[in-house]
T-cell receptor
Framework: QQQVKQSPQSLIVQKGGISIINCAYENTAFDYFPWYQQFPGKGPALLIAIRPDVSEKKEGRFTISFNKSAKQFSLHIMDSQPGDSATYFCAASKITDSWGKLQFGAGTQVVVTP | DTGVSQNPRHKITKRGQNVTFRCDPISEHNRLYWYRQTLGQGPEFLTYFQNEAQLEKSRLLSDRFSAERPKGSFSTLEIQRTEQGDSAMYLC???????????FGSGTQLSVL
């Protein structure tokens, strides 16, 4: 039972373009929503995270949009660069349970073409 | 920080054999997590420790799996009587306190033949 559903499975974007990845969750008890970036042969690395008390969070070229009523959140990568080519995972957890006990989506492979 | 270290990086074993992986977390990180990741999927939570205490085990963790963190520092994950379905990347992560940011290691890739 996948509690976090992620789409698309893959996307190709030109350098300078915007990458958008979407996630939907089932469990309304989730209250922590991070995005992780993973390069081949490496473990995931935290990119940006949001709590449900805000609708948007921006860090550099990365923005999370959060819609609590729709139980959806998305990652926007602005001005995409070839170095952004990686697999991106959304995740969710209940803080009272453990921040680190994460339910991950299946991942989106992003390829940024020069 | 030297990062989370996992050994070995790769392990090839025959079905039925036992294997053990080691994770060295970032110094002074008291929480340590184990995840499993199969090709094309996101990591799945297996278990976690606060210091030496194992606080939770996922239902994914069958009786053939056991994890320890004897002195609250490094951790080991043992799989007994390996099966082909155990083939996956085993990831370890650590954090300070109930910290928000998990630091993942590069994982141990297990192949069961």
């Amino acid at each position: 039972q996948q509690q976090v559903k992620q789409s698309p499975q893959s996307l190709i974007v030109q350098k300078g373009g915007i990458s958008i990845i979407n996630c939907a969750y089932e469990n309304t008890a989730f209250d922590y929503f991070p995005w992780y970036q993973q390069f081949p042969g490496k473990g995931p690395a935290l990119l940006i995270a949001i709590r449900p008390d805000v609708s948007e969070k921006k860090e550099g070229r990365f923005t999370i949009s959060f819609n609590k009523s729709a139980k959806q959140f998305s990652l926007h990568i602005m001005d995409s660069q070839p170095g952004d080519s990686a697999t991106y995972f959304c995740a969710a957890s209940k803080i009272t349970d453990s921040w680190g006990k994460l339910q991950f989506g299946a991942g989106t492979q992003v390829v940024v073409t020069p | 920080d030297t990062g989370v270290s996992q050994n070995p990086r790769h392990k090839i074993t025959k079905r039925g054999q036992n294997v053990t992986f080691r994770c060295d977390p970032i110094s002074e990180h008291n929480r340590l997590y184990w995840y499993r990741q199969t090709l094309g999927q996101g990591p799945e939570f297996l278990t976690y420790f606060q210091n030496e205490a194992q606080l939770e085990k996922s239902r994914l963790l069958s009786d053939r799996f056991s994890a320890e963190r004897p002195k609250g520092s490094f951790s080991t994950l043992e799989i007994q009587r390996t099966e082909q379905g155990d083939s996956a990347m085993y990831l370890c992560a650590s954090t300070r306190g109930s910290g928000e940011k998990l630091f993942f290691g590069s994982g141990t890739q297990l192949s069961v033949l």
